[in-house]
């Protein structure tokens, strides 16, 4: 059964507004539980930087990447009622920002603010959410033996998470998004390790050519085994047993490649959300349909759980 082709959204919710400050923090069993004040990143479309909205609930952690060989930091927010005796165990959401930011990118468009706001409302689940660091890497492991970007995120990040929180194993409990650069990477990830990841978001999805991608994408037949377009036609299957969601801005350069791959799914036969609304490549954008994103995933996580031990 072919995927429907959902209409065009008007009047969407505003871009969400994010206080000014500088990150703040006091050392908490090796991490830091960050405070009231707040730092500035930079935006994937280049614009100004602003300041991420980041809750007290919310950690700055590190762990040493053996596949890098460096720190490598993320953040990680923790949902209302989650507290150190309690026995439950919650999906968790990882987000990937775009080459134009950082592990606090998503912070700053809003999304830990809008996610406490629906949890505490009871509007959506419970979970974990994961702000992990990328670079301009694009989320994968790099070709001719380079670092290891991708296998990092899908197994050492994860594992990191799993090693030291309350969460829930197996595909069905993580869903991965990210938007940009960090979209394609999502449905790369998920598409290369269906073990791993059983839903994904697409956020303004970004697809190059061979022609158009970084060197480190190697030779053509290494780019098409992590170029989402190649890997759902050789793949179909597993891209059926995924959750996928795909969002674009009516204005977004990247449209027509989006529109394209979206109707290639349909061909394929795999079920998936395809959403189009006005707007761009930009930061109000992505703030815009926050809401939005969580209550996807919200959706998709909580459908076949509940938060027990």
Do not use: C
Not at 190 to 203: D, I, M, R, S, Y
Not at 251 to 280: C, M, N
Request: hydrophobic letters at 40%.
């Amino acid at each position: 059964m072919n995927a429907p082709i959902l209409p065009i959204r008007l009047n969407r919710r505003q871009a969400l507004t994010a206080a000014l400050g500088t990150l703040g923090g006091m050392i908490i069993g090796g991490s830091t539980m960050l405070t009231s004040r707040r730092t500035h990143t930079s935006f994937s479309d280049g614009s100004a930087a602003i300041a991420p909205s980041l809750l007290p609930r919310t950690e700055h952690r590190s762990f040493a990447s053996g596949l890098l060989g460096r720190a490598m930091s993320y953040y990680l927010y923790q949902p209302p009622g989650y507290e150190a005796s309690s026995p439950a165990r919650y999906p968790v959401l990882y987000m990937l920002h775009g080459s134009g930011g950082g592990s606090t990118e998503w912070a700053s468009y809003g999304l830990l603010v809008e996610a406490d706001r629906l949890m505490q409302r009871g509007e959506i689940p419970a979970f974990l959410i994961v702000l992990p660091e990328g670079d301009r890497a694009y989320w994968v492991d790099h070709a001719n033996g380079g670092p290891a970007w991708g296998t990092y995120m899908a197994r050492e990040v994860v594992a990191e998470i799993e090693g030291h929180f309350r969460v829930r194993v197996g595909r069905a409990h993580r869903a991965i998004g990210g938007l940009s650069m960090g979209a394609h990477g999502a449905l790369q990830l998920a598409l290369n390790f269906p073990e791993t990841f059983g839903v994904a978001g697409a956020h303004t999805l970004v697809l190059r050519t061979y022609a158009q991608a970084p060197a480190y994408f190697g030779s053509r037949a290494y780019f098409a085994a992590h170029t989402p377009v190649n890997l759902v036609r050789a793949h179909p299957d597993v891209a059926r047993s995924l959750v996928i969601w795909i969002d674009i801005g009516a204005q977004d350069p990247w449209f027509t490649k989006a529109l394209a791959f979206h109707q290639e799914l349909i061909s394929l036969r795999v079920p998936h959300e395809w959403h189009v609304y006005p707007g761009g490549h930009t930061g109000s954008y992505w703030a815009a349909h926050i809401p939005d994103y969580l209550r996807f995933y919200g959706s998709a996580l909580g459908a076949r759980q509940g938060n027990r031990p």
